[in-house]
């Protein structure tokens, strides 16, 4: 007769469970879908590969909801049809009886563990890779809705048009302009531009070629006319570069090592670069100082570039040459003479892996000595310090290959003489607080994930008990009052995520929080429980 009950409470239970499951799956997936679709301007097929893939997302929230939903439901008509009462007079107890419903609530909690750790993050990195598959269309069609589009890059980049061709991947009447601190820098105008990208694993590499280009540079730079400009940024992340979206064996792997979590490798190398560039001016003024016959050594191939200047300055990853600046470029091996250049301005500025740079030289203004022509702008490419590489390789310095143990060991030390500036000083707390930060929401993200997933199970015995002890009133009224805590749940958990992130705050008190939620709702079964079996 007990298994009779179970099937026929347990049928009921499934039968609420999924219908309510279905309906919220829908509305709930329609919303998640918005953000992308306004931010990205995806189409109609990828909005319905995005519903697919934020499906474990929905289905996260919506199946403890559901079950709360299902319990209330049944369990309180069960009790206000009587039923409750003619099985306790046949001799079944109420424990027995709620046997189905502490089932649904163990495999709902198994199925939003096993959501949350493993499944969520798989699907959310499918809908990055999804996203980063169709980037070439959602760039042009921005362009074509909005007639501009920015880069979602670290460094950003607007990119205006008047006409999209989407068969030759072109632009006809081009503006590229670059961000920095939220201020336009360097603009470039072309009246067509190519747009290509080269996939990656974790980015898409942009590549916006236009022919006849010109462009227009800071205060500092001027404006000039190239035959052909080339801009490479990258396309960055744009859903998987935040912890609560990495697995649990992914979690554990960046807090082993910290450099797999790109935005910690990013202002990492953007430390790691600054350094090198306040090494390098360091060492050009140490190596040329007041002697007018001292000159830098660079060297490109067979090429050699020496140089000097009244005053070398770093300056946002860039070393600036200014006053009276002489450029000698030679080839040692070939037996030409020298070509001697005095620009009015130049400047040194990294490019390519920021770890293992080459140094690109752009002259201004350049003069040719022997010939007496002027150029407009002299670009040197692929340079590198090869009698000088120990001198600015901070890893040689120290004898480490750990970037961030090279960066502690560089800040800690008096290797600039000078000090380190405010742009080096800036990027080295910065790059601090996201370690430390990244290391508390690693731990607040394994805790709340674990409440979140075990607390399904009173939560949803809190909704029988409730929905017991309100037989005489409306159906939904247990549900109403079942929803007040899990809210506290939820509350304490947002609550304790907060304070776990807080550098000021032990991490003990924000770790309690989130699992005094979970005490609560437990404690909270047991008064409801016995209140049930004394009556």
């Not at 999209?164 to 991947?169: I, S």
């Not at 554990?252 to 935005?263: E, G, N």
């Not at 340079?383 to 960066?407: C, E, H, M, R, Y």
């Amino acid at each position: 007769m007990v298994l009779i009950l179970h099937r026929y409470i347990f049928r009921e239970l499934l039968k609420v469970f999924l219908l309510a499951s279905v309906g919220l799956t829908l509305i709930l997936s329609l919303g998640s879908i918005l953000a992308p679709v306004q931010e990205y301007g995806v189409g109609p097929r990828q909005v319905l590969s995005l519903m697919g893939y934020f499906l474990p997302i929905t289905l996260t929230f919506v199946l403890p909801m559901a079950a709360l939903f299902a319990s209330a439901l049944v369990y309180g008509r069960f009790a206000s049809d009587n039923e409750l009462d003619a099985c306790r007079a046949s001799g079944v107890s109420i424990m027995a009886l709620v046997y189905p419903g502490l089932t649904l609530a163990i495999v709902v909690a198994i199925a939003n563990l096993i959501l949350s750790f493993h499944m969520l993050p798989y699907f959310v990195h499918l809908a990055e890779k999804s996203l980063q598959g169709d980037a070439k269309q959602i760039l042009f069609r921005n362009i074509q809705r909005r007639g501009y589009y920015e880069l979602p890059t670290d460094d950003p980049w607007l990119i205006y048009a008047d006409e999209v061709n989407l068969k030759n991947d072109t632009l006809v009447g081009v503006v590229v302009a670059s961000l920095e601190r939220n201020r336009i820098g360097s603009i470039y105008t072309a009246e067509r531009a190519a747009v290509k990208f080269n996939a990656h694993d974790t980015i898409n590499e942009v590549q916006i070629i236009a022919n006849n280009t010109f462009q227009i540079g800071t205060e500092d730079d001027g404006g000039f006319s190239v035959e052909q400009g080339a801009i490479n940024t990258e396309f960055g992340s744009l859903l998987a570069d935040d912890i609560k979206f990495k697995k649990i064996n992914e979690m554990k792997k960046i807090r082993a090592d910290l450099m797999l979590f790109h935005p910690i490798e990013k202002l990492a190398n953007d430390t790691y670069a600054q350094f090198t560039t306040e090494l390098l001016a360091q060492e050009i003024r140490a190596k040329t100082g007041t002697d007018a016959n001292s000159y830098y050594r660079l060297y490109s191939g067979e090429k050699l570039v020496e140089l000097r200047a009244d005053s070398v300055l770093a300056d946002e990853e860039k070393v600036k040459l200014e006053g009276r600046i002489v450029v000698v470029e030679s080839y040692p091996g070939a037996g030409t003479a020298p070509v001697t250049l005095r620009p009015t301005k130049a400047s040194l500025h990294i490019e390519g892996n920021k770890l293992a740079p080459t140094l690109t030289m752009d002259l201004y203004n350049a003069l040719n000595e022997d010939s007496g022509d002027l150029q407009m702008r002299h670009v040197i490419r692929g340079l590198f310090p090869k009698d000088n590489a120990g001198d600015i390789d901070i890893g040689k310095k120290f004898g480490t290959q750990n970037v961030l143990d090279s960066l502690r060991l560089a800040s800690d030390s008096a290797i600039l003489k000078q000090g380190p500036s405010p742009k080096l000083g800036k990027l080295t707390a910065e790059l601090e607080d996201e370690i430390q930060k990244t290391l508390l929401q690693i731990r607040a993200e394994i805790h709340t994930r674990l409440v979140f997933g075990i607390g399904c199970v009173p939560m949803i015995l809190i909704g029988i008990g409730i929905a017991i002890c309100k037989k005489g009133g409306h159906l939904l009224t247990a549900f109403g009052a079942s929803c007040i805590p899990a809210a506290v749940l939820i509350i304490c958990i947002i609550s304790g995520r907060q304070i776990t992130q807080n550098t000021d705050v032990t991490i003990v008190s924000g770790v309690g929080l989130i699992w005094s939620g979970l005490v609560f709702l437990l404690l909270l079964v047991g008064v409801i429980y016995r209140r049930l079996l004394k009556n």
